[in-house]
């Protein structure tokens, strides 16, 4: 029954029959052709036999295994790699089937490849999760043909493969590498930038490449007939607490992926730098109730507590409640911090309406509301109108472009920092923010 269940007829195998079928019905015409047909028909038996034989009398035959991470990073590309190796004492020819998770909806993988005696490869592909949670890899079934082609023998590795899909691990190392650079300016990340330094004085040292200009100490410089400069650190220490929004606002999707991830991935990379530049972190996630807050922090272990909280977090189809955010932060964070509160308004009203609440929390601490421009509606603003019906449209959009940028004012006019930020530029942007609020010395 096992040998039935992993005999498997090759293409070709048919294309033999009919050419076997060809023969008998040509042979009414042509009489001549019908002994030649049971000739064909028998030599084909005996190929089929004998292709049997090869591919089942080593029993090892091939060996193939899929080499997971023991994590997968959201919204990032991942590799997966397949091994395989083969015992056959002729070169196999090899048709791999990788059972993805069903959150792919990918039913169409498959990889062809060749492998001559005992020879051993690898072989690389990518997943791109959109969504957190636990993902399922079913059988990897690889199917070996020999050089006849007739038959394929089927093997089936590692069964129900599960591996979590956590925030995305992938950026928070980017940018943790970035933290501790003097080349932040790297292609496609311009966007983050050291905008001054704290006034909090550490050390006189030599110039090396790099070094800000600006901060040369002439003195010092005409007293060891060398360049010195002046070296300062950022003020260490200081809370700093990521606000996330899990209610319905943060369930839009932009390029496959929720709001509410974006704002979880840019929670993560953030975190890691401001653990590694000394400062106290902590998160707090909230929609009709408070889902969960973690204290702030500074241990660079404290990063793993906000990792398995951020994995847990789901989204609400509720409005949240900003009152109680505001009441738990003033009960629970008792010193002047730095909140990052990712949420979205889609319209003015909804921001006048929690706009007490925001002013509250701004009093004691420094608050930056961050916020999402409509991705999607910029590309119908910058597309020409050809039509009436365009043309409403463009109008319409360009009337919510407008009311973002009035909330942007509005918020910042009651002394509320803002971030109006694409989906895909929010990590880059959160960074900035900090570093500028930091440089500023605004805690």
């Known amino acids: 029954m096992q040998f039935l269940k992993s005999l498997y007829i090759h293409n070709t195998f048919f294309r033999y029959i009919a050419v076997l079928a060809g023969c008998f019905m040509l042979s009414f015409w042509i009489p001549i052709l019908y002994p030649i047909a049971w000739i064909l028909t028998l030599v084909l038996l005996g190929l089929f036999l004998f292709d049997i034989y090869l591919l089942y009398t080593h029993s090892k035959g091939l060996v193939a295994n899929r080499v997971l991470p023991k994590k997968l990073s959201n919204s990032d590309l991942n590799p997966i790699t397949i091994v395989f190796e083969s015992f056959y004492p002729f070169k196999t020819y090899i048709s791999l089937i990788d059972e993805l998770p069903q959150q792919f909806q990918k039913r169409d993988f498959e990889h062809r490849t060749s492998l001559f005696r005992n020879e051993k490869k690898e072989f690389e592909y990518t997943v791109r999760p959109v969504e957190r949670g636990e993902y399922v890899f079913g059988n990897l079934n690889v199917y070996a043909s020999s050089s006849l082609r007739i038959i394929k023998r089927r093997f089936v590795f590692q069964k129900d493969q599960m591996v979590p899909v956590y925030p995305s691990i992938i950026?928070?190392?980017?940018?943790?590498?970035?933290?501790?650079?003097?080349?932040?300016?790297?292609?496609?990340?311009?966007?983050?930038?050291?905008?001054?330094?704290?006034?909090?004085?550490?050390?006189?040292?030599?110039?090396?490449?790099?070094?800000?200009?600006?901060?040369?100490?002439w003195k010092a410089t005409a007293k060891q007939n060398q360049l010195m400069v002046n070296q300062y650190q950022d003020e260490k220490s200081q809370p700093i607490y990521s606000i996330i929004d899990t209610g319905r606002v943060m369930k839009m999707p932009f390029n496959g992926l929720k709001l509410l991830d974006y704002a979880i991935n840019a929670t993560l990379a953030f975190s890691n730098v401001a653990l590694k530049k000394n400062d106290k972190t902590g998160m707090v996630s909230f929609s009709k109730k408070i889902e969960t807050f973690v204290p702030?922090?500074?241990?660079?272990?404290?990063?793993?507590?906000?990792?398995?909280?951020?994995?847990?977090?789901?989204?609400?189809?509720?409005?949240?409640?900003?009152?109680?955010?505001?009441?738990?932060?003033?009960?629970?964070?008792?010193?002047?911090?730095?909140?990052?509160?990712?949420?979205?308004?889609?319209?003015?009203?909804?921001?006048?309406?929690?706009?007490?609440?925001?002013?509250?929390?701004?009093?004691?601490?420094?608050?930056?509301?961050?916020?999402?421009?409509?991705?999607?509606?910029?590309?119908?603003?910058?597309?020409?109108?050809?039509?009436?019906?365009?043309?409403?449209?463009?109008?319409?959009?360009?009337?919510?472009?407008?009311?973002?940028?009035?909330?942007?004012?509005?918020?910042?006019?009651?002394?509320?920092?803002?971030?109006?930020?694409?989906?895909?530029?929010?990590?880059?942007?959160?960074?900035?923010?900090?570093?500028?609020?930091?440089?500023?010395?605004?805690?």
């Open 171 to 217: 950026q928070m190392q980017q940018y943790d590498f970035l933290a501790i650079s003097n080349n932040l300016t790297q292609v496609g990340l311009k966007k983050i930038r050291r905008i001054g330094h704290t006034q909090e004085f550490e050390q006189i040292k030599e110039y090396v490449a790099g070094d800000d200009i600006r901060t040369v100490n």
């Open 296 to 443: 702030a922090v500074q241990k660079l272990t404290h990063l793993n507590t906000i990792l398995e909280k951020l994995y847990n977090i789901t989204t609400e189809y509720t409005d949240s409640d900003f009152g109680l955010l505001y009441a738990h932060v003033k009960r629970k964070v008792t010193h002047r911090s730095l909140l990052l509160l990712y949420t979205n308004f889609e319209h003015i009203s909804a921001l006048k309406r929690q706009l007490p609440y925001l002013m509250g929390m701004a009093k004691k601490h420094v608050l930056v509301v961050i916020f999402f421009e409509n991705t999607e509606l910029e590309e119908l603003i910058s597309a020409d109108a050809e039509d009436l019906q365009t043309i409403y449209h463009k109008t319409i959009a360009e009337k919510f472009s407008l009311e973002k940028r009035l909330m942007q004012k509005e918020l910042q006019r009651y002394g509320i920092q803002t971030i109006l930020t694409k989906p895909e530029e929010l990590t880059i942007n959160t960074i900035n923010k900090y570093l500028e609020i930091k440089s500023r010395g605004l805690l």
